[in-house]
């Protein structure tokens, strides 16, 4: 796992760099993404942040259409999320809390770090950030989206129940929400308002993964080789679009060899 997290640090700034690429299409979604990166470090909640920005951005982007009509504005980030004292672990809670996050997880699979880290390492304090990282590893290296992740969480706090009720969690609302949506997205993409909300989750989404890599980074990173092999295996993926089993199975490797 040495050699495998800087790689896994490697795989998420890939995936900031293509979707940035994509969602900032302006100044206006780069510093919401900007000041919501910013934000975070301070403390505020995760959703009121990724929720708050879309607004910002809709408001704004439709700003001639509202700006004769009076708005008092409510400043939508709480100061949630801060560190609790640990609460004792529960299947419950497990399936409740990976329920919550799968219902409001837009923005990409990445997002799903800041959710994670959010509510079981800072609020229940059952991971740490180096078991959030090796649950992200394993994500990487198995069959299917990045959340999987949540699969293997549940494995590690609560054995074979704990996976099968994280899996349903993450997963059910998205069928759910698919099923409902569905036949409303043409007709989102073509509103002016909703469209320019979806750019605004985009870019708070990119500035909450961005924030969140900063903080594993400090976790991985933790001597000269770790950076190395994380800057080689991003270079990799960037200038030659390299599988990233490959990377991963590389990493680890050479953590291997270093150990040795």
Known sequence: MYGIKPVVIALIAQA???LGKKALK??????TSAAVFTLYFLGLNEIGL??????????????????????????????????????????????????????VLYGGGYVLLAFVRADFVVRLGWLTDQQLIDAIAIGQVTPGPLFTSATFIGYILGGTPGAMLATLGIFLPSFIFVAISNPLIPRVRNSTWMSSLLDG????????????????????LT??????????SLGLLLRYKINSTWLIAGGALIGFLLSR
Do not use: C, E, H
């Not at 001597?223 to 080689?232: L, S």
């Open 16 to 18: 900031l760099w293509i």
């Open 26 to 31: 302006n100044w206006l979604v780069i510093l």
């Open 50 to 103: 990724l929720f708050g920005g879309a607004l910002v951005v809709m408001l704004l982007t439709n700003w001639q259409r509202v700006r004769k009509q009076s708005f008092t504005y409510l400043f939508p980030f709480g100061a949630l999320g801060l560190a609790q004292a640990a609460i004792p672990f529960s299947l419950p809670i497990l399936f409740l809390t990976f329920l919550k996050i799968g219902a």
């Open 201 to 220: 989750v985009n870019a708070s989404a990119l500035g909450l993964m961005a924030a969140v890599t900063v903080q594993l980074a400090s976790s991985s």
């Open 223 to 232: 001597d000269v080789y770790t950076v190395i092999i994380a800057v080689v």
